[in-house]
């Protein structure tokens, strides 16, 4: 059974250009959460979606971020005009069900995001 | 405040030492509690759930004390192997946010020869 997949791996983009991360959670999961974890800092919730519906965005940035689960395909997570304050580690994770082992998540590689 | 605070470290062992970490959560309606560890330029990997009862995992034992709001996590015969950054991780209740961790600063353990 795979893991929670993450590409890329790590992506260089320019200030101003898109960065489009995806995740495809483990099998038979059907909740994703995205994580962002900043040089020397912890991990920040940011976003946990189901297959097409957004449940919590309390952890997004106002502006240029967006995030989408649909009924097919991995999970996106969306950087439009990407700054140099947006370089992180972007950790992807998925779980079961809210009713099983609660709470635990299971976290993918992570997409390092270097912003140039 | 922070949501959930840990003593950042680093904590330097030799091996066969025996460590405790500790953190503080502030929400007294948090629900669920665990310790992940996460290896440098890793993704965070869960290590243990924490139970008020306490339990135990082989040299690892986590205790949870709803009343002080308080997490440790106790490491016996260190290996170098446990050398990682350990993370108190909480999720709180009502509402949408069922599904949203919270982590501490993480605490660096570094197990030396």
């Known amino acids: 059974n795979a893991g929670v997949m993450q590409n890329p791996r790590h992506l260089v983009r320019r200030r101003g250009q898109e960065a489009r991360l995806r995740c495809s959670p483990m099998k038979g999961h059907s909740h994703v959460y995205w994580y962002r974890q900043l040089p020397e800092e912890g991990l920040k919730f940011m976003v946990y979606l189901q297959k097409e519906n957004i449940i919590d965005e309390s952890g997004m940035p106002k502006e240029r971020f967006s995030a989408e689960f649909p009924k097919e395909g991995p999970s996106i997570l969306r950087i439009q005009q990407v700054v140099r304050g947006d370089s992180a580690a972007y950790f992807c994770a998925s779980s079961p069900s809210l009713g099983l082992i609660y709470g635990a998540q299971y976290f993918g590689p992570g997409t390092r995001l270097t912003v140039l | 405040r922070k949501e959930v605070e840990q003593d950042p470290g680093p904590f330097n062992v030799p091996e066969g030492a025996t460590v405790a970490f500790n953190c503080t959560y502030s929400?007294?309606?948090?629900?669920?509690f665990f310790w992940y560890r996460q290896d440098c330029r890793k993704e965070p990997k869960l290590l243990m759930s924490?139970?008020?009862s306490g339990n135990e995992d082989g040299r690892f034992t986590a205790q949870l004390n709803r009343a002080s709001q308080y997490i440790s996590l106790l490491i016996r015969d260190s290996k170098l192997s446990d050398s990682a950054t350990y993370l108190c991780?909480?999720?709180?209740?009502?509402?949408?946010?069922?599904?949203?961790?919270?982590f501490g600063q993480g605490t660096i353990l570094t197990v030396h020869p």
């Open positions: 929400n007294s309606a948090s629900q669920s």
């Open positions: 924490v139970y008020s």
């Open positions: 991780v909480v999720t709180n209740a009502g509402g949408t946010s069922y599904g949203k961790l919270t």
